[in-house]
């Protein structure tokens, strides 16, 4: 008896495993050189730690590993080309804001930042700079960095994908990435399967329960709120201290975070947790205490043991992984997408991503 093969499978040239803001974006860079792409996204892109991102593109601090500074300046200096250019093809506003941020550290730190002295801490006045803040006698000083709305920027990136014709997939999750003879092929989901000749994980903190492989991504949990000011540019800057941040967004919202726990994959919120962040947003800004909470919510970090994001070529050519940026997500979204689709490619990458290869968990 004679077998007939379906010889119209469609089949793509890279299957991105994660719609996040690292998947979407690396998805879109891939389009410019015309790659046929599919994103598989287990729930609704966008919606996971991209939609829980508090926004601060902060390119270099104390909490900035050495290995991972050459890549955030970078990206930093991405930014507003990077945010055009999805505001353009998306017609959604990312909100992107360049007041720069004021710091509150614990006193004992204040001067052991990099590039600062106590002359030059503070380009003004505190009460100047933000009149509605009451910081007592706290040193404080001042960083030239931006600040971004993760949900608008994530909506953009998925219109914007979209856009240029990127395939979408939703609601299916992935188990694992096919191969044949060693080489990877495509993906199983829980419901179908795809083909393509290259696969990248972008999975964030499920990107460890993709068969082959156990990358050690873990899920780091974030608690935050959303309030309403009283009036609209009460803020300006963004405002960090030791127990609360405060991200102004430019339609008078006022994003207040966070919490960085090891709890799983529980998303849940803590009553207590929420008004302690409330409480401390109030301190510092004595005005807020007339603000109205618009939600609260939690979202998942992709954390790895060394605090450093997976990036590269796996073991098994034609595998790729971009994942365990932990809370640099939206500030390394542009350069992961340059640098993964130079890699991918084929071309010279720009960067040095040793440091990041995810033979170092071999």
Known sequence: MTKFYNVNVKSWDVIVIGGGIIGLSLAIELRKSNAKVLVVERGEPG?????????????????????????????????????????????????????????????????????????????????????????????AFYLKERSVDPRALSSAALHAAKRREVDISSGDEVTAVKTDKGHA???????????????????????????????????VKGQMLCLLSPRRNLLQHVIRSPEVYLIPRSDGRIVVGTTVEEAGFDKRTQVETIQRLHRAAIALVPELKNAKILEDWAGLRPATPDALPILGETDTPGYYIATGHFRDGILLAPITAQAMAQVMEGRNCAYDLGPFSPARFS
């Not at 601090?61 to 507003?80: C, G, H």
């Not at 941020?101 to 001067?111: K, M, Q, R, T």
């Not at 503070?122 to 007592?136: C, I, R, S």
């Open 47 to 139: 919606c996971e730690a991209s939609f829980a991102a508090g926004g601060m593109l902060v390119d270099c601090s104390a909490e900035t590993l050495p290995a991972l500074q050459p890549l955030a300046i970078a990206s930093a200096r991405m930014y507003p080309e990077f945010a055009h250019e999805l505001q353009v093809e998306s017609g959604i506003s990312v909100d992107l804001r360049d007041h720069g941020a004021i710091i509150f550290p614990p006193p004992e730190h204040v001067y052991e930042r990099p590039g600062f002295s106590p002359n030059t801490l503070l380009p003004a006045p505190l009460n100047e700079l933000e009149p509605a803040l009451d910081a007592g006698d706290r040193p």
């Open 185 to 219: 092929v495509g993906t199983v989901t829980r419901k179908t399967s795809f083909l393509a000749s290259k696969v990248v994980n972008c999975a964030g903190a499920w990107s460890g329960q993709i068969a082959p492989y156990a990358f050690p991504t873990r899920p």
